[in-house]
């Protein structure tokens, strides 16, 4: 079992950055791959960015490659989203995802446990 608490959302103007870390519970979060996905209102849930176990291997969905940076430290049980550039488009509500395999996925039904997610509003 693994439990999952983000942090680091927030108000923010278009162009800023802002950082969300994701906490996990347990020994084994190096056995885990991770994700971040997001939903908009209105919306479905989609796939952001994901990690593998070692942090080697890494995958971006395409409208924030070159502009977030998914990352964790095994040490501290953390994964982090580096966003940078912001755009009103990415406003939503950010979940991050445990896998409970070391290779990531893409899709809602690769991930086995989330968060309860952290609020990003980008005004314009």
């Known amino acids: 079992q693994v439990q999952l608490v983000e942090s680091g959302g927030g108000l923010v103007q278009a162009g800023g950055s802002l950082r969300l870390s994701c906490a996990a519970s347990?020994?084994?979060?190096?056995?885990?791959?991770m994700g971040w996905f997001r939903q908009a209102p209105g919306k479905e849930r989609e796939f952001v960015a994901a990690?593998?176990?070692?942090?080697?291997?890494?995958v971006y969905e395409d409208s924030v490659k070159g502009r977030f940076t998914i990352s964790r430290d095994n040490a501290k049980n953390t994964v982090y989203l580096q966003m940078n550039s912001l755009k009103p488009e990415d406003t939503a509500v950010y979940y991050c995802?445990?896998?409970?395999?070391?290779?990531?996925?893409?899709?809602?039904?690769?991930?086995?446990?989330w968060g309860q997610g952290t609020q990003v509003t980008v005004s314009s």
């Open positions: 347990g020994r084994t979060f190096s056995r885990y791959a």
């Open positions: 995802a445990a896998r409970s395999t070391q290779y990531f996925g893409s899709y809602l039904y690769d991930y086995d446990y």
């Open positions: 990690i593998n176990w070692s942090g080697g291997s890494t």
